[in-house]
């Protein structure tokens, strides 16, 4: 109970006198004031809490220490939430007043009911503060909680995007796969079941023009014949040597030449392809579109002295005008289809385009022994066209190798009117 001196003319109380107490039992706080009795009781507070100061710090510290496993490891006094805890329950014991004005307060609390105060307020203030960080932890676990489950959530999402690339990507490569198989497969099947074809070269003629071929022999003749007139159409002769072939041709009418050439051919593309076999050739030809003077087969000066007359007629004779000898430049590509045991031959020069097909309709038991040939021409040049001036020609043809590299024949139906013999020798 707070207690005033109304008998201000009495002598003050000894604590007033004194200014300071001091006891084992007790604690004192006595504060003054010449303005007001508040300022008086806000300096008693001040001067009290001054006095138990080390107390509650002890108190504090001893209570942190018994607490320190369920604080977090930098927690400390500081860390206390101790603002006027020392004063909490404490009250103004007495006042007084001078006769001078001045104002006077006394605070004194017993040290063992203020330790226990004391004792309960920092145990609350440290029971709300290990709540504070078991919230915060809390808070926290459940951030990283959530931060992790997000983290594997979104991991997951790129994993199964990954996987599903990953997947996508093994059906492409087995799709893949089994069309390489299927492919390699269906190669296989027509290797095994066109084996016979494929171990056929392309023949180096087809019916009047040269394929991509080379002979397979280095010297050769030719001569084409009319079993029904007897008349000489054609002779031939040729050199070969690796991927290159030589050849000189002259052409009749009747027996009567009127045309010839020289050629050279050179095989840039051997047979490229397992299943397809490719081949190309470039060449040039010199060539007579017509002689000065028709020739007879059937003299016998002509045959003893036909190098010469060639020669002169190509223009190479001082007596002879160059402008009977023309050139040209040609290629020859030949490809093979074994599905239809088919030679495909394109052949091109200024004079003439010509598309054929050999055909070998036993391969598997006489290879290319018998082949049946189609040849269409697009004859540019008037020179070269039959009477009847068809700039578009289709031909035809049976050849027969009786002797490999050796003899072979030909039966061909030419110029949309005449069939013809044809006879090769090859040494």
């Known amino acids: 109970m707070v207690t005033e001196n109304s008998q201000n003319k009495n002598s003050p109380p000894s604590w007033v006198q004194t200014g300071e107490l001091e006891s084992d039992t007790v604690y004192y706080g006595v504060g003054q004031s010449s303005i007001s009795q508040e300022e008086a009781d806000n300096d008693a507070r001040l001067r009290f809490a ?9 108190i504090a510290v001893q209570q942190i220490a018994e607490n320190k496993e369920r604080l977090e490891e930098n927690y400390s006094y500081e860390s206390l939430v101790s603002t006027n805890m020392n004063l909490r ?6 006042r007084y007043m001078s006769e001078d004005s001045s104002y006077y307060s006394l605070i004194n609390y017993g ?12 145990q609350v203030s440290l029971e709300a503060d290990i709540r504070k960080q078991q919230l915060g932890h809390q808070a926290s676990e459940a951030l990283r909680a959530d931060s992790l489950r997000h983290k594997l959530k979104m991991d997951s999402l790129a994993l199964g995007r990954k996987q599903a690339v990953i997947d996508s990507l093994d059906r492409v490569l087995q799709m893949e796969e089994s069309r390489q198989r299927q492919e390699q497969d269906r190669f296989n099947l027509i290797k095994n079941r066109h084996a016979a074809f494929l171990g056929i070269k392309p023949h180096h003629q087809l019916i009047d023009v040269p394929s991509a071929g080379i002979p397979n022999s280095w010297v050769y003749f030719s001569g084409r014949w009319n079993p029904d007139t007897g008349d000489i159409r054609q002779l ?17 009418n009747r027996s009567l030449i009127d045309q010839g050439d020289i050629s050279l051919k050179l095989q840039v593309l051997p047979e490229r392809g397992e299943i397809y076999p490719v081949s190309l050739a470039f060449g040039w030809t010199a060539y007579i579109e017509a002689f000065r003077s028709p020739i007879d087969f059937r003299e016998d000066p002509v045959l003893a ?11 190479y004779s001082t007596d002879a005008p160059i402008h009977y000898s023309k050139s040209t430049f040609f ?10 045991n088919n030679h495909i031959s394109l052949f091109l020069d200024k004079r003439r385009i ?3 097909n050999i055909w070998y309709p036993f391969p598997r038991n006489m290879g290319d022994a018998i082949s049946i040939i189609n040849q269409v021409d697009l004859i540019r040049s008037r020179a070269y066209r039959n009477r009847f001036d068809d700039a578009i020609q289709w031909q035809i043809g049976l050849r027969l190798i009786a002797i490999s590299d050796r003899f072979t024949t030909m ?5 949309h009117e005449v069939w013809m013999l044809n006879f090769e020798f090859e040494l």
Do not use: C, M
């Open 50 to 58: 001054q006095y138990v100061e080390v107390s509650v710090h002890s």
């Open 89 to 94: 329950g404490v009250k103004i014991s007495q």
């Open 111 to 122: 040290k063992a009911e203020y330790h226990a105060l004391v004792t309960r307020e920092i």
């Open 236 to 252: 031939k002769a040729g050199l070969s040597l690796w991927l290159l072939n030589a050849e000189a041709n002259i052409w009749a």
């Open 305 to 315: 002295n036909l190098i010469d007359i060639f020669w002169n007629e190509l223009g």
């Open 331 to 340: 290629v020859t590509s030949t490809v093979g289809l074994p599905q239809i």
């Open 354 to 356: 010509s598309l054929a």
């Open 411 to 415: 039966l061909s139906y030419e110029d």
